[in-house]
Every structure is written in structure tokens, then in C-alpha cells.
T-cell receptor, first 115, second 114 residues
Framework: EAGVTQFPSHSVIEKGQTVTLRCDPI?????LYWYRRVMGKEIKFLLH????????ESGMPNNRFLAERTGGTYSTLKVQPAELEDSGVYFC?????????????FGPGTRLLVL | AQSVTQLGSHVSVSEGALVLLRCNYS??????LFWYVQYPNQGLQLLLK??????LVKGINGFEAEFKKSETSFHLTKPSAHMSDAAEYFC????????????FGAGTILRVKS
């Protein structure tokens, strides 16, 4: 069974440009999460989808970030326009159920560098 | 507020020595607790989790952690370090006021010396 996949693995863009990150969860997993680790800081929650609906987006830093999950399958996270402080590693995770005991399975992350 | 503290951003041990990675949480209500590991160029992998059953939790690769409510701790241990254990380890909590999301500590990089 394929794990959580993320694309691209690395992205280098200039300040002001747009970048779109993609996450494909494990097949059958209704719950999809985005997290981010800025250099030297903790991994922080961004948002949570249940199928195509945003369940919790309390961690989204500002309106330059837009997450979508059309059809409840893969998800995209768009940053527009990108700023220097957006650099970091963006992780996606998925789980089959919503319960807090459920394991979240993480992808390898997308390393974003904004110059 | 609920938070997670990992003491020591870097820990170095010799091969064969005990591994001890510390994690303390701050919460009036014991949360669910997790340890994840990230090997170089890979994603986060679950090592083990505490979900209010046995306080001593065994995980993969010989790791275990003990939940101590009185100390609000969930330290990760392994009796004998192997070179392949070199990685970054993250403690995380979930539940209570933070709901379904994971709240992570800052991470501890484990170095294993030969």
C-alpha cells in the first residue's frame, strides 16, 4: 500500500511568486492534515480536512495560504504571494478516522525555500 | 496552555549505550502522547503512542516510553543504541483543548558515535 506522497520534494522560488504543493493521502483516508516546520522551530499544524471539508484551519498563518481538497482525494496548498518567512518544510499527513487515538501517517514533506 | 518540551536539541551517545530522550508536557488533562522519528530525507514515522492504556509503551526498533502522570513526562528510551538510530525524534501530544491536531515539541537530534 502506497504511503502519503507529496510533490514536489523541493521548491525554490523568489519572493512574490506563487507555489502550489500537492499531497496525496493514503487511499481511503478521509482525514488529511497539513503541518509546517519553519527553520529551527517546531512542526506546527496548519489545517485539517475531513473529505473535502475544512474541519479546522486555525493554524493557517494568513490569507496568502489557500488549501483545497476537491473531491476529497488529493489536496493542494497554494502560497501566493510567497514571502521569505514561508520557507520551511511542509508536511502532509492522513488518517482513516478522526479519533485522537488514530495514527497520522506523514509524507516526506516539501522543502520550500523562498529567496 | 498545552505544550510539549523536549530537553536537549542534540543528544549524542555511543553505539551500544542507553538512549534517553526527554519529553514533558503541560496539561491539566493527560493527553494522548506520541513519539515520531524522522530519518534523513524521509517523512515522520510513528515510533509509539500512549492512549491511556498501559503506561509503558513499546514501539518499533526496540524503543519504549513510559507515561508518568505525576511527572507529566513521556521519555523515550532504548537500552542499546545502534548506528541506524541516528535521526531526529519528535514528541507530540493530542487531545483536550487542541482537539485532533498534533502539537509537537522542538525535536531532538540523536547522534550515535561508533
Amino acid at each position: 500500500e502506497a504511503g502519503v506522497t507529496q510533490f514536489p520534494s523541493h521548491s525554490v522560488i523568489e519572493k512574490g511568486q506563487t507555489v502550489t504543493l500537492r499531497c496525496d493521502p493514503i487511499s481511503g483516508h478521509d482525514n488529511l492534515y497539513w503541518y509546517r516546520r519553519v527553520m529551527g522551530k517546531e512542526i506546527k499544524f496548519l489545517l485539517h480536512f475531513v473529505k473535502e471539508s475544512k474541519q479546522d484551519e486555525s493554524g493557517m498563518p494568513n490569507n496568502r495560504f489557500l488549501a483545497e481538497r476537491t473531491g476529497g482525494t488529493y489536496s493542494t496548498l497554494k502560497v501566493q504571494p510567497a514571502e521569505l518567512e514561508d520557507s520551511g518544510v511542509y508536511f502532509c499527513a492522513s488518517s482513516q478516522y478522526r479519533g485522537i487515538r488514530e495514527t497520522q501517517y506523514f509524507g516526506p514533506g516539501t522543502r520550500l525555500l523562498v529567496l | 496552555a498545552q505544550s510539549v518540551t523536549q530537553l536537549g536539541s542534540h543528544v549524542s551517545v555511543s553505539e551500544g549505550a542507553l538512549v534517553l530522550l526527554r519529553c514533558n508536557y503541560s496539561s491539566s488533562v493527560p493527553p494522548y502522547l506520541f513519539w515520531y522519528v524522522q530519518y534523513p530525507n524521509q517523512g515522520l514515522q510513528l515510533l509509539l503512542k500512549y492512549t491511556s492504556a498501559a503506561t509503558l509503551v513499546k514501539g518499533i526498533n526496540g524503543f519504549e516510553a513510559e507515561f508518568k502522570k505525576s511527572e507529566t513526562s513521556f521519555h523515550l528510551t532504548k537500552p542499546s543504541a545502534h548506528m541506524s538510530d541516528a535521526a531526529e525524534y519528535f514528541c507530540a501530544v493530542r487531545g483536550g483543548e487542541y482537539g485532533n491536531k498534533l502539537v509537537f515539541g522542538a525535536g531532538t537530534i540523536l547522534r550515535v558515535k561508533s
